[in-house]
């Protein structure tokens, strides 16, 4: 086989830029609304802010200028890709919230063991396969995708939303109910997402444009994550201050929801913070819907093209009279299944 050098030229600024931006993004919405750092509004929270958006705002310029951009610009503004990313974002927030906040509810509003937690996702666990292999193989024999993104984010929107109504003495087998349909809903958006980007690309652009839906979603989530862990945080001091106050216990300033460790607790303050962990969980969850919204309305605007089977790309040494039937048997040859293409790719 020929073996075909290329010119690579690597983005040291472009990288960093990025890096420092997102890094002073994520450092900025963790410390905020923690008592022991600063408040959401303050100098310092805008200056974290303002500096990561400073620093992104550089990263489009030299991302513009240099030959070999790490996120290439002209990925970024295709329309689907565009759209795929945003989505993205707000399925990340869903995915890590759930997984991270789900866990503890089960054990602090619910009282049960880390194994217990673990075990009672798995209806998630398991609607997420369903959801992810199911609708792969039904894109694979009706070569159409854009019904079942906007299935999987009202499947998201409707199991979030269901999510938050639960509380300390909701059944197990509705927690479970609800979180399957959420499980679904993710396992139809992610991958998926990632399939409508790399159906629209080049050949040539498909890994930075996979590699940029899952940067952001990755991105979207440890910041929905650091949000949503503040307003929780803060909601779990609120409801319990007022829960103590209403059962006649007296509590010192902010120290309501200082400590999550209930085994040692009489029994009226462990119910009564179970209480407030619970309603608290449950109201993450419906700010996580109303995110997952955002996703709903990206996809509907995508523009659906028929799943391809074969690819794009010819060999850089083929001389331009080669690409006749020569070229185009090349390309059939690359001919195979949809999972395939998309993992050969």
Same mark, same amino acid.
């Given at each position: 086989?020929?073996?075909?050098?290329?010119?690579?030229?690597?983005?040291?600024?472009?990288?960093?830029?990025?890096?420092?931006?997102?890094?002073?993004?994520?450092?900025?919405?963790?410390?905020?609304?923690?008592?022991?750092?600063?408040?959401?509004?303050?100098?310092?929270?805008?200056?974290?802010?303002?500096?990561?958006?400073?620093?992104?705002?550089?990263?489009? =310029?030299?991302?513009?200028?240099?030959?070999?951009?790490?996120?290439?610009?002209?990925?970024? +503004?295709?329309?689907?890709?565009?759209?795929?990313?945003?989505?993205?974002?707000?399925?990340?927030?869903?995915? *890590?919230?759930?997984?991270?906040?789900?866990?503890?509810?089960?054990?602090?509003?619910?009282? !049960?063991?880390?194994?217990?937690?673990?075990? &009672?996702?798995?209806?998630?666990?398991?609607?997420?396969?369903?959801?992810?292999?199911?609708?792969?193989?039904?894109?694979?024999?009706?070569?159409?995708?854009?019904?079942? =993104?906007?299935?999987?984010?009202?499947?998201?929107?409707?199991?979030?939303?269901?999510?938050?109504?639960?509380?300390?003495?909701?059944?197990?087998?509705?927690?479970?109910? %609800?979180?399957?349909?959420?499980?679904?809903?993710?396992?139809?958006?992610?991958?998926?997402?990632?399939?409508?980007?790399?159906?629209?690309? #080049?050949?040539?652009?498909?890994?930075?444009?996979?590699?940029?839906?899952? *940067? %952001? #979603?990755?991105?979207?989530?440890?910041?929905?994550?650091?949000? &949503?862990?503040?307003?929780?945080?803060?909601?779990?001091?609120?409801?319990?201050?007022?829960?103590?106050?209403?059962?006649?216990?007296?509590?010192?300033?902010?120290?309501?929801?200082?400590?999550?460790?209930?085994?040692?607790?009489?029994?009226?303050?462990?119910?009564?913070?179970?209480?407030?962990?619970?309603?608290?969980?449950?109201?993450?969850? =419906?700010?996580?819907?109303?995110?997952?919204?955002?996703?709903?309305?990206?996809?509907?605007?995508?523009?659906?093209?028929?799943?391809?089977?074969?690819?794009?790309?010819?060999?850089?040494?083929?001389?331009?009279?080669?690409?006749?039937?020569? !070229?185009?048997?090349?390309?059939?040859?690359?001919?195979?299944?949809?999972? =395939?293409? +998309?993992?050969?790719?």
């Amino acid at each position: 086989m020929e073996r075909i050098k290329r010119h690579v030229k690597i983005d040291w600024l472009g990288s960093i830029l990025l890096t420092s931006g997102v890094s002073l993004l994520l450092i900025g919405v963790s410390f905020a609304g923690n008592p022991a750092y600063y408040d959401w509004v303050s100098w310092q929270s805008a200056a974290m802010v303002g500096g990561g958006v400073v620093l992104l705002a550089l990263l489009v =310029l030299v991302e513009s200028k240099v030959e070999q951009p790490i996120i290439p610009l002209k990925i970024i +503004s295709e329309r689907t890709t565009a759209l795929a990313i945003i989505a993205s974002v707000a399925v990340g927030i869903a995915m *890590f919230g759930s997984t991270t906040f789900l866990g503890q509810y089960f054990q602090v509003a619910r009282g !049960a063991t880390p194994t217990e937690a673990g075990l &009672l996702t798995l209806p998630m666990i398991a609607g997420n396969l369903t959801g992810s292999v199911v609708s792969g193989l039904l894109i694979s024999r009706t070569g159409k995708w854009k019904g079942y =993104l906007i299935g999987g984010s009202t499947l998201l929107i409707g199991g979030l939303g269901l999510a938050g109504t639960m509380d300390p003495t909701t059944e197990l087998w509705q927690a479970g109910i %609800f979180t399957a349909i959420l499980g679904v809903g993710l396992g139809m958006l992610m991958q998926n997402l990632v399939l409508a980007v790399q159906n629209t690309v #080049r050949a040539s652009d498909i890994g930075s444009a996979s590699a940029s839906v899952a *940067f %952001f #979603r990755s991105v979207g989530g440890a910041i929905g994550v650091s949000v &949503l862990g503040a307003v929780l945080s803060s909601r779990v001091s609120e409801l319990a201050t007022q829960g103590l106050a209403a059962a006649g216990i007296p509590v010192a300033g902010g120290s309501a929801g200082a400590s999550m460790d209930l085994v040692d607790m009489p029994a009226p303050v462990r119910e009564i913070m179970r209480a407030a962990y619970g309603d608290a969980t449950a109201e993450a969850f =419906l700010i996580s819907a109303g995110v997952a919204v955002v996703a709903l309305i990206s996809v509907l605007f995508i523009k659906e093209r028929p799943l391809r089977r074969t690819v794009d790309i010819q060999p850089e040494a083929q001389s331009g009279a080669g690409t006749g039937v020569g !070229a185009d048997a090349g390309a059939d040859a690359e001919s195979t299944t949809p999972e =395939l293409a +998309s993992a050969n790719r």
